[in-house]
């Protein structure tokens, strides 16, 4: 078998091998030549990308939807969150992967091949011999991107299991200028769950129910509880048109799980992007992206995910920590802290910047009964 001989070759195809390549192509980086293997053979409408974002930083195009409140409830009792200059913004994946797509189809030196999975590493004379389920790749170096099981440090940790239906509905409870967070906040059986309901156009919404919880949960059970949420939330004759499912381990990787050396680079989830205390992950990955890129530029190699600034790591830290110690009240925790805290300080602290002045008042707004024992 022919072997293809590649400078990086790229490990998944997904939101952060395509993040990479276009800002690759984007700063004009013709020195190298990149390949993403992808086992898939067609990219979907898999998943729906949200995240908070200071309105000056916004550059993307592909944004479908932005509110600019964020609103959350506990037995009927609603908090809402506004700033002028942090909006909830919107992607959908499918729109991302085609842009993707279509910038890395006129690039001369930054490729895709969808349709391979891999399926064997091995090393050769310090170079990479990469086996897929099509071809023998040799590859100077490794950007991995592909989900790994059991990388995350015991404690803490819970696992966010959703599933969501955007559906065509008849409702007049949800004003479209609101994304509904965490709505219905509850503990049942054992599990922490809320909904989470976007207006995205008129009848036309994206329910989800989302569980924080010790084990997985299936889309099975999910299923069942969504069906009853739509009916809770009086969504009348609806039609679903498009379902996704996801599991996002929410935790803190156990670095012992990399190999050590500057050839094999780890990006996305399996690189620490997500957010231990929110699940989040899409924003941090495009700052990863933009910088990895610039870095291989200036300095001939791409970085890993960056180190987590001290104070959000910290905070964290503690906030997972008591979440997985009181599952149980962890509806009374959350309404508690969104009900202290301002707006501007949860946006910032959300987004993974805040200031000192917002540290202390996340602290201060941490119901302190569950939070002394952790600090101390
Ligand atoms: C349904 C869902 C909704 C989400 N919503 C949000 C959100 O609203 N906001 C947010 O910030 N984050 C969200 N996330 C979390 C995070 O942003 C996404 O998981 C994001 O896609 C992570 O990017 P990634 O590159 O690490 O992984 P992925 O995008 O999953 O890419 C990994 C790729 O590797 C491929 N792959 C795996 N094994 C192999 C193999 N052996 N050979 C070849 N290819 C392989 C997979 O097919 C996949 O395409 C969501 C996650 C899910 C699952």
């Not at 913004?89 to 189809?105: E, G």
Request: net charge positive; proline share 3%; with cysteine.
């Amino acid at each position: 078998m022919k072997h293809h001989e590649i400078d990086y070759l790229i490990l998944g195809g997904g939101c952060s091998a395509l993040s990479f390549a276009t800002e690759l192509i984007k700063n004009n980086i013709y020195d190298h030549t990149f390949l993403i293997v992808e086992q898939r053979k067609k990219y979907e409408d898999d998943r729906s990308w949200c995240f908070w974002q200071n309105n000056n930083d916004i550059e993307s195009k592909l944004i479908s939807k932005s509110w600019k409140t964020s609103s959350f409830s506990l037995k009927g009792n609603q908090i809402t969150h506004n700033s002028n200059n942090y909006y909830y913004h919107y992607i959908r994946s499918i729109d991302f992967y085609l842009h993707a797509k279509s910038i890395i189809k006129k690039s001369v030196n930054v490729n895709l091949a969808l349709g391979e999975k891999v399926l064997k590493i091995s090393n050769l004379n310090n170079k990479y011999l990469v086996y897929t389920n099509k071809k023998i790749y040799i590859a100077n170096n490794i950007l991995d991107t592909r989900p790994k099981k059991n990388i995350y440090v015991k404690s803490p940790f819970l696992f966010q299991s959703f599933l969501g239906y955007e559906i065509i509905a008849n409702n007049n409870r949800f004003d479209s200028t609101a994304a509904y967070i965490m709505e219905s906040m509850r503990y049942e059986k054992n599990n922490f769950l809320f909904d989470y309901i976007l207006p995205i156009k008129k009848n036309r919404f994206l329910v989800e129910v989302t569980f924080f919880s010790k084990s997985k949960i299936t889309s099975k059970k999910l299923d069942k509880i969504l069906l009853k949420s739509l009916i809770t939330n009086k969504f009348k004759n609806y039609k679903i048109i498009r379902k996704e499912y996801g599991v996002i381990p929410m935790g803190f990787i156990n670095k012992n799980t990399y190999f050590k050396n500057n050839k094999y680079f780890y990006a996305g989830s399996i690189g620490g992007a997500v957010r231990p205390s929110s699940g989040y992950a899409f924003l941090r990955i495009q700052e990863w992206a933009k910088k990895s890129a610039i870095n291989l530029k200036e300095n001939g190699k791409p970085i890993s995910h960056p180190k987590e600034n001290i104070i959000v790591y910290f905070l964290d830290r503690i906030f997972l920590g008591v979440l997985e110690k009181n599952l149980s009240s962890a509806p009374l925790i959350f309404f508690i802290f969104l009900k202290r805290i301002n707006s501007k300080s949860f946006f910032r602290f959300m987004i993974g910047v805040p200031t000192l002045l917002d540290y202390l008042k996340v602290v201060l707004s941490m119901p302190k009964k569950y939070f002394l024992n952790k600090i101390n």
